[in-house]
């Protein structure tokens, strides 16, 4: 598996969350202020309860309470109340979550929820909440239709980010995707989130030139930050520059602090270049950060098995295992450790396990074959 194919997949996870521009001014703005009580959110949307943006609020206090049931209790009873308003129907669809929930969502904007008068009221956050919600539904082309909305409506750099995100996690799309990216380095040449992003794409489709200009005016643009630094490394290291790849790595190690998902990825990047005893370390102490980290103990099981220490590979793949049970590279991993103990039986059933979960993969069915 390469570098890029586990930074995608940690990409993956991050990304719907990280970007969420919108809610991270929102944050910004309220951060200098007194957190506000649970009560104080509530009565200022009862005032109010066609505030999209104050029950949004409400809801997520709510549910940092772990009291979710008790939000959409409340905002069905505000909804029984004026069964017309839209607002109040979307946000009881958010409350109430899944297929149900994100259909009441869709129908409220497609009825022109924010709309009154010419003027848009909470249009901004209704189509964030909504794509969000479609991200987490798993609707790819829902999410991507409303992430394009959001784009229309504001167009920051996160936005278009995250739009590319959708489009190339969920849709498959590296071309809409590429030029999303390229979008949101329009709106902010120094985004960072959406340069790393359109580096690995344009250095897997072999646009390696481009992709090492902007990785390098990505380090420039920010020094001291590991992801830039990793980028570069990643890119250098695909370009067959090894030495260049190691000292970008270097730098990325040194700016890491107790990011435990960059480690883990620097450590990755370090077994591309066979960088062993360096990625053991980058890994290790991602480790120490997040004893639980699976794609950390992967990449250890991995480095264990080309350091020969089959017995240590098979512990590392063992909790990996665990904690990422869907996983075809540690079901592949651990297949090659049986193989190498001579339990060809049980290599055969994980090698079985790992072709099931990714059929695609020529690499695991000709293990299995053989």
Not at 87 to 112: H, I, P
Not at 155 to 163: P, S
Not at 278 to 299: F, N, Q
Request: with cysteine.
């Amino acid at each position: 598996m390469t570098t890029f194919v586990r930074l995608f997949a940690t990409l993956a996870l991050a990304l719907p969350f990280a970007l969420q521009a919108h809610a991270d001014e929102v944050k910004a703005k309220t951060d200098a202020k007194p957190a506000p009580t649970l009560e104080s959110l509530q009565a200022r949307w009862e005032s109010k309860p066609g505030s999209i943006r104050a029950g949004i609020r409400l809801q997520d206090a709510y549910r940092a309470a772990g009291k979710p049931s008790q939000a959409t209790t409340l905002f069905k009873a505000k909804l029984d109340e004026a069964p017309d308003d839209l607002a109040r129907s979307f946000l009881y669809g958010r409350s109430k979550g899944g297929k149900a929930g994100v259909a009441l969502m869709r129908t409220a904007l497609a009825q022109n929820l924010g709309l009154t008068n010419g003027r848009t009221t909470g249009l901004l956050d209704a189509w964030i909440a909504l794509t969000v919600a479609e991200v987490r539904m798993g609707n790819g082309a829902q999410a991507a239709s409303a992430a394009l909305r959001v784009t229309t409506l504001r167009g920051k750099a996160a936005d278009w980010t995250y739009l590319g995100w959708i489009q190339e996690a969920m849709l498959g799309n590296a071309e809409l995707a590429t030029a999303s990216y390229r979008s949101a380095i329009k709106a902010d040449a120094n985004h960072l989130a959406a340069r790393n992003a359109l580096v690995l794409l344009l250095a897997e489709d072999e646009k390696l030139t481009e992709a090492l200009k902007i990785a390098r005016g990505s380090v420039e643009k920010h020094k001291r930050n590991a992801t830039a630094q990793l980028h570069l490394g990643i890119v250098l290291g695909m370009s067959g520059d090894t030495k260049g790849a190691s000292q970008a790595y270097d730098a990325a190690l040194a700016c890491a602090g107790d990011d435990a998902d960059t480690l883990a990825e620097i450590g990755s990047g370090y077994i591309d270049i066979e960088e062993l005893e360096l990625a053991e370390k980058a890994l290790r102490k991602a480790l120490d950060i997040d004893p639980d980290h699976g794609d950390a103990l992967t990449s250890l099981g991995s480095v264990a098995l080309d350091m020969g220490n089959v017995s240590g590979a098979a512990k590392y793949l063992k909790q990996a295992a665990r904690l990422l049970p869907d996983d075809p590279h540690v079901a592949y991993l651990q297949g090659v450790c049986l193989q190498r103990q001579g339990k060809h039986s049980g290599a055969i059933k994980a090698f079985r396990k790992a072709t099931k979960l990714d059929p695609k993969s020529v690499e695991y069915l000709v293990v299995l074959a053989l």
